[in-house]
């Protein structure tokens, strides 16, 4: 099969796994190699040290794998509307019920084998989250759409409620155009509505100041300064998407039924959660994004969440 075909077959296919967008790009060098080192050096990775150490690899895609032709990029919606909890507690859309690394992992396999199968020969290698690959970038460049000020990657048909995930294969497919509009115009209320400020700039994001990184990647306690602005949101921040226009007017029910959340009296109460153990934590939790952050990580956030609670109500 020629590239064009392959393309039109891959694309055919990811569409019939579920994925709402697909598009198909190279592993060129990235375009904000600077923009990563200036982010780096001015420590807003906070303790992902990750970033650091996948730093060159993200600036310069090709060298995860240099026999890669092709990198397939697709779009998974996890937007849904939040389950109606006894206890208020925020949980960000896509750790409400089980690990998309799960959903996607096994649907990406599929793609790949569909491709090296209609090529005949070649390899591919599948990415969700886990790979040291600039995925919004990629995305962007495989006309997906644009990186907008709050980071997010948002598709002009799907919002910013999405995963990105990759297939990377040595397979020749034909490349789909960049997606070169800034669509965000003269808006700024996603800048405005983070709640712990944490955008210095548009497009720049502090994650040492952002509920999502206080609250899932770091280990260490979230700042005195920083704790009221955490307000209810026990694990995660939707706030700079939910407040987007592109979200508003264009986020949509997901199809895909294992990313609706969990009933709601599936939930426990903030008490529950620290009184539980480890074994009661996995059993909870273990098959959720949730996971990330530890059982400790867990109980930290619901400390603070207990006490902006106090706190509002007077009783501190
Ligand atoms: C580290 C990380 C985080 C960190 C840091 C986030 C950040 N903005 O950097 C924390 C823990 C805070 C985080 C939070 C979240 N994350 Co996260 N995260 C990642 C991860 C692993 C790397 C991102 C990264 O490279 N950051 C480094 C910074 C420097 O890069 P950047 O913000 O993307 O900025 C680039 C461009 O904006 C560009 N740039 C710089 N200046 C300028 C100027 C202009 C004009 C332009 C156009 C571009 C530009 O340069 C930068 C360097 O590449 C990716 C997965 C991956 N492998 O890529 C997921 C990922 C970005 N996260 C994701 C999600 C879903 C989230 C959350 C929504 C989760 C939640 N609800 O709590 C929040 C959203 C917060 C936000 N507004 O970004 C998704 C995003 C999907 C999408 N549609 O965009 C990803 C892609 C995971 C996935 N595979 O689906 N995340
Ligand atoms: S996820 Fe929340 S805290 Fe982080 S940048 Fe967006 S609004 Fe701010
Ligand atoms: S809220 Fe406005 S500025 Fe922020 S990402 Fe959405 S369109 Fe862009």
């Known amino acids: 099969m020629n590239p064009q075909d392959l393309a039109r077959l891959t694309k055919a296919t990811a569409a019939e796994l579920g994925f709402d967008a697909c598009g198909i790009t190279n592993l060129s060098g990235s375009r904000y190699a600077v ?21 060159r690899q993200r600036q310069h895609p090709a060298d995860v794998w240099p026999a890669a032709r092709s ?5 998974h919606n996890y937007y849904h509307e939040p389950p109606a909890k006894p206890d208020p507690y925020l949980v960000s859309r896509y750790a409400q019920d089980i690990d998309y690394h799960h959903v996607i992992g096994e649907k990406l396999r599929r793609l790949g084998v569909t491709i090296v199968t209609a090529a005949g020969e070649g390899a591919f290698r599948v990415y969700v989250d886990s790979g040291p690959l600039p995925e919004r970038e990629l995305a962007s460049r495989a006309g997906l759409g644009w990186l907008a ?22 397979v020749e497919l034909a490349k789909d155009a960049p997606f070169e509009a800034d669509r ?4 700024t209320r996603c800048l405005e509505a983070c709640p712990t400020d944490a955008f ?16 899932i990647e770091a280990r260490s306690d979230v700042p005195a300064p920083l704790r009221a602005d955490v307000g209810d949101n026990l694990f995660g921040c939707d706030i700079c998407q ?12 997901t199809a895909e039924p294992r990313y609706r959340p969990r009933p709601a009296s599936q939930w426990p109460t903030l008490e529950e959660i620290l009184a539980l153990d480890a074994e ?23 400390r603070v969440v207990l006490e902006n609670r106090r706190r509002e109500t007077g009783g501190d």
């Not at 923009?35 to 730093?55: F, I, S, T, V």
């Open 71 to 75: 990198v397939v990029v697709v779009l």
């Open 35 to 55: 923009a990563l080192d200036d982010w780096l050096a001015a420590g807003r990775h906070g303790e992902m040290l990750y970033m650091r150490r996948q730093a």
């Open 280 to 302: 009661a934590f996995e059993r909870r939790f273990g098959d959720t994004a949730i996971e990330r952050s530890r059982l400790s990580g867990l109980q930290r956030n619901a």
């Open 149 to 170: 000020k709050n980071t997010m990657l948002i598709h002009p048909g799907l919002g910013s409620f999405t995963f990105i995930a990759s297939v990377l294969t040595d």
């Open 184 to 187: 965000c115009g003269s808006c």
């Open 200 to 215: 210095p700039t548009p497009h720049v994001l502090d994650a040492t100041r952002c509920v999502s990184y206080l609250t």
């Open 242 to 253: 939910e407040v987007c226009p592109w979200n508003v007017r264009f986020a949509r029910e």
